[in-house]
């Protein structure tokens, strides 16, 4: 789950720089005139590494970005879907679904996102709880979003996008078998 | 002019006053963010339409307060190399001041509740706050703006004129004059800064006209997906800059206390500079499921966020580690307190870069992780940079006591930043007014948990601060040079 390993990764430099400078800040108090220069000959060797860490793992997430909706195989069911204040509204085929949409399980469906009044936020809850994907619901624009339902349960669709006094109770519902 | 000269006391006077306005207006803040984590918690019963003022106003006052902060932090270092205008400075404070004031008032009153960066039309449409709350809101953010850009373009002048603005810039490092001595550290980082927030601000304000354009024309339509990026571009660009204005600070003070100069190498000039650039480009990150976006204004958003991770951490912390290590430096509060600032600062970067990665944004965005790192950088790093550059200014004999608020500090402050980690961790959305809408109630069991020992964390915090602000009273100094 990108959640666990995103929070792991932070925890794991999280501690390293913790660590050092738990070292750093002992060694302080000590007095040594040429302390510094330890100091500049590390720097090299980081700032190599540091750079090509981070150029790895550009390449490696960029290339899993959500936006490749146009390009990917066609989806098998397009949903088109509404946020305004306070509620969510499924389109399928031109027909109004309310806020509760039945999918099969297994399809490739894409949501073109869109809002009625103001900024909302799309954001597809699994049936645990944990948020798999979302985008922005912003009057005026469509936003195309790709999810795979695999697991068949009720998912549920909740608000990212500040929008007033209902933002917290703004809810819509997707069951899937 | 010669460097490091100490202040009349008039230039004092007028940071003093600064200083103890953003203190003050501060630590309200942070009492109304306990309020909503309270309420979040389901300790304390607030209304949506009470909460959302609530966190409308703590958001724009902390980043309005501390960026004004971060501003005379600059221009305290600018006055040591340059002659900065007093004058511009207390026009400023007193727009500062008047902003702050009026803004209390549209949100605690008005109940203005569009959040801190208004996305377009909120403001506007089937708002549940009087008008008037929406134009005072727009009218103070211009005030405060323009006091910014008064201020920040003065110092932009004194520099210019002291040094020269390829000296400013440090670009002298490169060329013919390369071997006469640099500007100053502090005169770089003031001028980045400076420049930085002079475009964001200027940014803001064509946004707030547009704003305001709306609010006496309701019939006109903007591209929401326009102002959302010049909203951002405007309010990611100053609480940016406000964090770098404190790091100018310690470059300026640090040498102080370790006997080790902190000098504008050629890497330092070239880590200032594609700083400027990446603090300018980065904000694209704020608009990734915004897919109706250019795919390119999201890859310069990533790629910015990822690069500026390299003159941060290997131009400044390696410069820290220089000046720290072995130095025999004795840790009274200042250097103490700059030292676990600029910690806070590396780790709310260090999730502030995992949640920059588009993959990782898409299931980070908008939830508790988003205010869990600038959380971080901000309570535990920006105001330990400011309590110490408060320090610095004002001294005290109470030192124990001071050191002690700041052992509270810390600890609440990280209890407190560790509840919304673990809030992004479990998905939970930012901005609920109230979780127990939502459908799980493991989620909603957990959010809730977290929020309570949220509040806890803040209150600890806040008194910490208190005890802090108790040992500038009691070990209070007699104040250096008043003549001037
Ligand atoms: C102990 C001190 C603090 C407490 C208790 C606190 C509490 C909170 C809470 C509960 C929220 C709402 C979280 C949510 O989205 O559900 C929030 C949002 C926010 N806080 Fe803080 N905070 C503190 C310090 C700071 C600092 C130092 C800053 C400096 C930049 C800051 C800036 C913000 C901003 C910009 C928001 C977003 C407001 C919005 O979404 O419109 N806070 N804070
Ligand atoms: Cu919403």
């Known amino acids: 789950m990108v959640q666990s390993l995103a929070a792991l990764v932070s925890l794991v430099l999280a501690l390293i720089v913790v660590a050092v400078a738990l070292v750093v800040v002992r060694r302080a108090s000590r007095r040594d005139p040429a302390g510094y220069a330890n100091v500049y000959r590390v720097r090299r060797y980081y700032a190599i590494g540091l750079i090509g860490a981070l150029a790895v793992l550009l390449v490696l997430t960029l290339a899993r970005t959500p936006y490749a909706a146009a390009a990917a195989p066609p989806p098998d069911l397009k949903v088109e879907a509404f946020g305004w204040m306070w509620a969510w509204e499924f389109v399928v085929d031109g027909e109004s679904r309310g806020p509760r949409l039945e999918l099969p399980a297994g399809k490739l469906v894409e949501f073109a996102v869109s809002a009625r009044d103001v900024n909302h936020g799309f954001g597809i809850y699994d ?39 209902g933002h917290a109770v703004m809810m819509g519902e997707i069951s899937v078998q | 002019m010669s460097t490091g000269t100490s202040h009349p006391g008039r230039d004092r006077r007028v940071i003093v006053v600064w200083m103890v306005t953003s203190v003050a207006l501060f630590l309200v803040m942070v009492t109304l963010g306990i309020l909503m984590r309270l309420a979040q918690g389901d300790v304390m019963a607030i209304t949506p339409q009470t909460f959302y003022a609530l966190m409308t106003m703590h958001g724009l006052g902390m980043a309005g307060t501390l960026f004004s902060a971060g501003i005379a932090m600059v221009w305290y270092v600018a006055a040591r190399h340059a002659r900065p205008s007093r004058l511009a400075m207390w026009i ?37 706050w ?100 010049s909203m951002f571009m405007f309010g990611h660009t100053i609480v940016n800059v406000a964090m770098y204005c404190g790091i100018g600070v310690v470059y300026e003070l640090m040498p102080g206390f370790t006997g080790r100069p902190w000098k504008v190498t050629k890497t330092v000039a070239v880590a200032w500079n594609a700083t400027l650039a990446f603090i300018l480009f980065a904000y694209f990150h704020h608009l990734y499921m915004d897919f109706a976006q250019p795919v390119t204004l999201h890859v310069i958003g990533q790629i910015a966020s990822y690069s500026s991770a390299v003159p941060a951490t290997a131009v400044t912390v390696f410069g820290l580690g220089g000046q720290l290590h072995r130095s025999g430096l004795r840790w009274s509060f200042v250097p103490a307190a700059f030292t676990l600032g600029i910690l806070g600062w590396v780790l709310g970067g260090i999730t502030a870069v995992v949640d920059s990665t588009i993959a990782v944004n898409l299931v980070f965005h908008n939830t508790l992780w988003v205010p869990a790192h600038f959380h971080t950088y901000f309570l535990v790093g920006f105001v330990l940079l400011l309590f110490g550059f408060v320090h610095h200014l004002l001294g005290s004999r109470a030192e124990r006591l001071a050191k002690s608020g700041l052992v509270v500090m810390l600890t609440g402050g990280y209890l407190f930043v ?55 009273v009691t070990g209070r100094q007699p104040a250096p040079d008043r003549e001037g």
């Open chain 1, 127 to 165: 049936p645990q709880g944990r948020l798999v994907a979302q985008t922005q619901a912003m009057p005026g624009y469509v936003n195309p979003l790709r999810v795979r339902f695999d697991e068949p349960g009720t998912y549920h669709v909740l608000c990212l996008e500040y929008c007033g006094l």
């Open chain 2, 92 to 128: 400023a404070w007193a727009l500062f001041l008047a902003g702050g004031l009026a803004l209390l008032a549209a949100t605690l009153i008005g109940k203005f509740a569009a959040g801190w960066y208004t996305l377009y039309p909120l403001p506007f449409l089937k708002a549940t």
């Open chain 2, 130 to 229: 009087p008008g008037w709350s929406t134009g005072l809101t727009i009218v103070s953010l211009m005030a405060m703006g323009v006091g910014w850009l008064v201020a920040l373009l003065d110092i932009l002048r004194a520099l210019a004129v002291e040094h020269g603005i390829a000296r400013m810039f440090a670009w002298d490092r490169f060329g013919a004059g390369a071997g006469r001595e640099a500007a100053p550290a502090g005169v770089l980082i003031g001028a980045v800064c400076a420049v930085a927030g002079v475009l964001g601000t200027i940014v803001g304000a064509a946004s707030l006209m547009m704003y305001l354009f709306q609010w006496f024309a309701p019939a006109t339509q903007f591209d929401p997906l326009l102002l959302k990026n």
């Open chain 2, 418 to 472: 560790l509840m919304f980690f673990l809030g992004g961790l479990w998905s939970v959305p930012r901005r609920f007014a109230s979780y127990q809408a939502i459908p799980y109630p493991d989620l909603v069991a957990h959010a809730t948990r977290f929020a309570a020992w949220g509040a806890v964390g803040g209150s600890l915090f806040l008194l910490g601060a208190l005890l802090y602000a108790a040992s500038l």
